[in-house]
């Protein structure tokens, strides 16, 4: 059975990757000296994209610390570099204003969270692309996964990167748009998949 990741290999052996972390680390580090400086409070509704991101920031490096101690767990760690890949493009969109309310990150950044976990749980009946197709072989259920976690991830971002600034009705519709034609997607993925492994 292949391993289940959301990047390719190589990525997570890279330095650079490893780096993300420092980097959004400096730039979460940058945007609440910003915040200070302009004499606002930190801790208004204003700036819960900020929060929301530190504390992703924070459960990532959380994430590939306990993946460390629990003898370098794979699966731990390359979830939690997945989130900090998560954090920097969404901390891209913070530095250029491309985001306009907090809860319109909220819903596109509860979306790509829930897509990292995907690539990395065995069969459960909790998390996942939980259909007949995927329950009926590992390798269905493991590549379903790690497509759909792909698939969700992007979505949810490329969407807040076009329609971020639109207003709040344009937004949802084509984020529900988009949301209902993932998901057939991936189940023509996993259909198409069941064939090839009969």
């Known amino acids: ?33 910003r915040y200070v400086a302009s004499s606002r409070p930190v801790w208004t509704m204003n700036n819960m994209t900020l929060l929301s991101l530190t504390g992703l920031f924070l459960i990532s ?48 950044l509860i979306v790509s969270i829930v897509g990292v976990p995907e690539a990395y749980v065995p069969r459960n009946n909790l998390i996942g692309v939980r259909i007949p197709l995927t329950f009926a072989s590992d390798e269905n259920w493991r590549k379903t996964n790690v497509f759909g976690a792909r698939l969700l991830t992007a979505m949810s971002y490329l969407t807040l990167l076009f329609f971020g600034r639109a207003n709040q009705a344009l937004f949802f519709t084509v984020f529900l748009s988009l949301l209902i034609l993932s998901t057939l997607v991936v189940f023509g993925y996993s259909y198409r998949l069941s064939r090839k492994l009969l």
């Open 1 to 33: 059975m292949g391993e289940s990741r959301m990047l390719p290999k190589t990525w997570y052996t890279h330095s650079a990757l490893k780096w993300l972390v420092l980097v959004n680390f400096i730039n979460l580090l940058v945007l609440f000296a």
């Open 61 to 108: 490096c959380l994430l590939i610390v306990s993946g460390w101690r629990l003898s370098v767990n794979p699966a731990l760690v390359q979830s939690g570099l997945d989130l900090n890949l998560v954090v920097f493009c969404y901390l891209l969109l913070v530095d250029f204003n491309l985001i306009v309310t907090p809860g319109i990150l909220t819903i596109a």
